[in-house]
């Protein structure tokens, strides 16, 4: 007994439940969960579909899928959920979200294999490689940036990477890199009501005495802070908070944050239609 | 163009999702949302659908479903989009929950008729009846509990009331008339981590020093206090706060939870399956 | 037996709360409630005491404090429990935060006296004088905003007004009014992470996919959107909900977090430091 | 420049803080933090704060306090900011507790010393030890629970400890542990609205379809799960979670709220007024 995630994207239009239930019976199988959305802003239809079968291999089950579906011309992906996704995770100092992620795949709690971290500072080493991870120590400045990014899709490419997680990674990717990775990789960044532009925005909203801070995980644009979002959360702070405690707290939704957005992303869970993420939540 | 919402039960098995999108397509539906849940315990099947055609009015389109989905012995509901819900409301004295719905009604913001609301005083008439719904005054006596429940069988026959709401109703229904009413009577009862047995549960919470006081909606069983939840949600209190804030507190969480309870059957996002709700959220 | 509420002010120093506790003593008071903060970065110190005494009246025990603490040069405020803060509420057309108010003081869960409403609209005016409290339609353009702000002003000297509530009040008011009322208006805004500039702010936020939508209380600078924070709140939102339903969760988490501020200043829990708010919270 | 952090408990009665600030004037210090509360039930008075000074030890401040304060017969702690509370963990063989709390101190966010681990299994000793404290294997059965205590009592002697925190130690401690270490002992416990009884509760949980899962660290009484709460939070769960997954989020949220909690206690922001805990937040 199998069990496959299939998503699916396409115009919206009728029949496409029918045909895809219709796919999924021919080949014995029984649907576990199903879930879809229609953007009405776009006509953009999405579905996700998770299905036991007895019977068939990925590549024959994707075959009747793709035989089923064709005149809808749909982006189609299926995945064995015994096949995890795979990350590449980038890190550069900081070890809040690496830690988090780490000690959540540890309990299982999380289903994504992380075949290597690749780091501009090689201050993390020791924390990914005793969880039995690679670690790629690639330096990088504004000279180097595409020579970096080449060992990076080096990485990609060997480890057939589903996600790049940006997870407290330092460095802005090049435009070429969001561009070719668009809706693969995904960042967390702190949030504030109302936003603030520019440096130290823990300083600044310090300063306008916020009483709620927060975290976003997106998806990464050329725009670095202004891709679609995945998931957010705040916590809330009192006047009594200095800065140093506004970034202690920070790190710690920004790890939760991040987490939930990767475990959403493991199980696909996440559509994008235009600039808009849609969410399949359990 | 019409909108249904069609709402389904039955064994699982496989073939359900197929049958119901071919009946949809052969009444020129296209679906709007569908969510569906397969119980694992129970083996069961509930769905929810909705969708638009332009053929066919509610008799002919559900005739057509019936047709379809026979051979799975489904309970079956179709609605139109445009004939909401009928709710009967039950008051004593408090006023939050009632204030709170009638608000919300105000702003086209819960999609419910109310056609009637019963007390069994008669304190809250004007706020009924200024919101031009008819008030029906029933005393209730533990001697008069099944004549002033006939009252109430009278009204929900008479005005085809889908759901009873008691919106701090103090009084407890017959187990016969919870037994009736299965599945359609909701009630909103204070909550605490822990939970707290016996009279005056504010002051025991207060007593304990709880950080956290909460409210849950839930379906009526005989054992009032424990049937299938639908909504919860708690507040923060501390220390400094009195039992009379707890109280007041209490009041805003409870209206909160209630409405929003009261807006997830309004759009048939409630499923039961045994002891537990399904819900279908947005 | 009084309860008084009183709030301080001045440069931080050793000996202040020796001096006040001192004061309290004399005239044989004891201490209730007592709350302070020092602000690191002006070296401003506040404090809220709230003590009961068996001796004295006001302007008595105002003039013990005085006395004792002239050499602080404090800004020193004293109020009787049983004498509220009284506000001005000013409304347009949206009636969400003006019901949510009137409600809570029907409930007697804020203390806070409203001896009048103005608007610039005649619509609401049913349901203020249903509440016992005279309307005012005071129109306005912008050639009329002075010749509406005297009014206004009118309106708070003859009431003594210590607060004006912009409760969903569609005008901006002028440089004029927002420094000679500085530390006293308090508006409400819809707030996102990020923020967004510019018009519509709830079709920006719906086209970003954001995953919560909030709210701010605050003091009202010239810059309408950015004067000291003084309460936030946020709730969550999915892909599936439309920006109507956007708007009408936004109207939620605004009359909850305005009422929440309200009660804060009613109860004199509220610091102005610099651009920040310090809440004594309870 | 040295900052100390006073606390207090006495009978109310005028002149405790106006005592407190004199004797902390009459030592050159300056108060940066203040907090009381008075609880009505018991009269009790309970004070916190936090106050740097130029002049005097630890026991020489501690004399001036006793000196001024000695007519209210209080209860009186001072403790120099700079030797942090010492803390002796007890874990089994779930380390998710655990594994945070070494986090939390490893980022410098819990100022916290952990001079030992004791546990009644040796798996977490890798873990333990890593960390650079030492782990004590202590196995307790039924018949030498008494036996296995000494052994904790011989730390708590040695290490000078201040805190026994349960974090996920599942063992019940005997009633004379709990009486002589009341109010300095820690546990976490799951917990659900409405509360559960008896064995599984997670199962139990799932069973009612409850929306919420909670956690509650509380100081240990005789009857484990019923103690002064010190801290508690929820986390949202939705039907289609299974029980394993509520065990999952469980641990989340109860990792979360034992290090909440603890961050309290390490800072001594946690009284123990009969039943309740005061927190004197920040």
Redesign the interface.
Known sequence: MAIFIMTLRCA????I??AT??A??SV???????????D??TGTFVMRTRFETTVGTQPEVLAVLEDHLSRFAPTLSLRDENTPRRALLAVSKYD?CL?EIL?RKS?G?LPLDIPAVVSNHDDLRGMVEEAGIPFHFVPVTADTKIEAEATWRGLIAEHDIDYVVLARYMQVMSADFCQDFSGRTINIHH?????FKGARPYHQA???????I?A?AHFVTADL??G???????VRV?????VD?FV?LG?DVERTVLARALHLVAEDRVAL???????F??
């Open positions: 919206d239009q009728p029949g439940v029918l239930s219709s999924i019976v014995g199988g029984n649907i576990l969960e199903n879930d879809q959305f229609t009405p802003t809040h830690a000690y309990q709690d949030s504030f009501l109302p936003g310090h300063a306008r005495g916020v009483k709620l927060g976003t802070d202004e679609p979002i995945i998931e957010q959360d705040v009192s006047h009594a908070r200095t405690d202690a790190r239609v235009g600039q808009r993420t849609v969410i939540s359990q």
